[in-house]
């Protein structure tokens, strides 16, 4: 599992941009949704420096909110910038998947 982590985190910063791509959300909701989409390795204590870092390059605003449930929110939503490295992230990821499977496809032989 530790070796599976390794991989992840490279790509880590880009499955969370594109998560807040889709609507503001605060922090717990963020994990919460990288579980339902089977990343369970990752807690929020890994997240939240992430954030903060990506916060501090400006590719993700922040916005405190009131909550129902406890103390105030902080909701992250992308910031221009922060859309286009999502969108490098994309064709980083397009080209390093299509490098991999023709690696793999070609040891399958």
Not at 29 to 43: D, N, P, V
Not at 54 to 79: D, F, H, I, N, W
Request: glycine share 8%; hydrophobic share 35%; proline share 2%.
């Amino acid at each position: 599992m530790a070796d599976q982590t390794q991989m992840l985190k490279g790509i880590l910063d880009g499955c969370l941009l594109a998560i807040i791509k889709e609507g503001e959300i605060y922090g717990y909701e963020l994990a919460a949704k990288l579980e339902s989409y089977g990343f369970t390795s990752f807690s929020e204590g890994t997240i939240y420096p992430l954030l903060l870092r990506m916060q501090k390059e400006k590719l993700v605003a922040t916005t405190l909110r009131k909550s129902t449930a406890g103390p105030k929110r902080k909701y992250y939503s992308l910031t221009e910038k922060g859309e286009q490295e999502l969108l490098l992230f994309h064709q980083r990821w397009n080209q390093l998947n299509k490098t991999v499977n023709k690696v793999l496809k070609k040891e399958e032989m």
